[in-house]
């Protein structure tokens, strides 16, 4: 499969513990993005890298948020301090830099905040 | 009003019908538009994309942007049980020279009944 992967596919974790996802884009694509999903929602941006640099970040990034891309091909999302209302599907998604630049998402990373 | 409304369904049809699934959006800065398909706890899975103004078709599917009027649509012919997911409309605007944060609608459910 080549296309965007993500792990884990489900998580439940306790109030308060911290969690990390890694994303692994298609191998050609120098762009990836985050985006969250909660029921009954579409998906909304969070953070975009290309390469390794990041390039911008939504107001829905809280500080208890980090993503990293350290060498400009997989990437991780950290939540510190989980709290209920970070319950959602975290997606992943990748591109080429323009003028190719459509955008593909994973499967998600299911988080439960108990 | 959020940037993007989308009819929400559930949006129930027999095998075979034409089904029209229709978005509006605000920001008249949009000039790419896309139609994505997810299935239940699965991500989304890019279905159509379009650049401004138009008509596109790519087999049962056709998707029509009206940028006059801030409305585009995606049209299924002869539906079909495998097609029964939700249908998310995206769309972004030209920041920076090129596309990268999509906003989406909220989905509409639709099951194509056998």
């Known amino acids: 499969d080549t296309g965007v992967s993500q792990d884990p596919r489900h998580k439940i974790t306790k109030r308060g513990q911290n969690v990390t996802f890694r994303c692994d884009p298609i191998?050609?694509?120098?762009?990836l993005y985050w985006y969250r999903q909660t029921l009954g929602q579409g998906p909304e941006f969070l953070t975009y890298?290309?390469?390794?640099?990041?390039?911008?970040k939504s107001r829905l990034l809280s500080d208890r948020f980090s993503a990293e891309r350290p060498k400009g091909s997989f990437s991780t999302l950290e939540i510190q301090r989980t709290e209920q209302g970070d319950s959602a599907m975290y997606l992943c998604?990748?591109?080429?830099?323009?003028?190719?630049?459509?955008?593909?998402f994973g499967e998600g990373s299911w988080l439960t905040v108990v | 009003q959020k940037e993007v409304e989308q009819d929400p369904g559930p949006l129930s049809v027999p095998e075979g019908a034409i089904v029209s699934l229709n978005c509006t959006y605000s920001?008249?800065?949009?000039?790419?538009f896309m139609w994505y398909r997810q299935y239940s706890r699965k991500g989304p899975e890019l279905l159509m994309y379009?650049?401004?103004?138009g008509n596109k078709e790519d087999g049962r599917f056709t998707a029509q942007v009206d940028k006059s009027s801030k409305y585009i649509s995606l049209f299924i012919r002869d539906s079909q049980p495998s097609d029964s997911a939700t249908y998310l409309c995206?769309?972004?605007?030209?920041?920076?020279?090129?596309?990268?944060?999509?906003?989406f609608g909220k989905g509409t459910l639709l099951t194509v009944n056998p």
């Open positions: 920001n008249s800065a949009f000039q790419y």
């Open positions: 191998s050609e694509h120098n762009r």
């Open positions: 890298f290309q390469n390794e640099a990041q390039l911008e």
């Open positions: 998604a990748s591109s080429l830099a323009p003028p190719g630049n459509t955008i593909y």
């Open positions: 379009t650049y401004s103004s």
């Open positions: 995206a769309m972004s605007d030209n920041s920076g020279g090129s596309n990268y944060k999509l906003t």
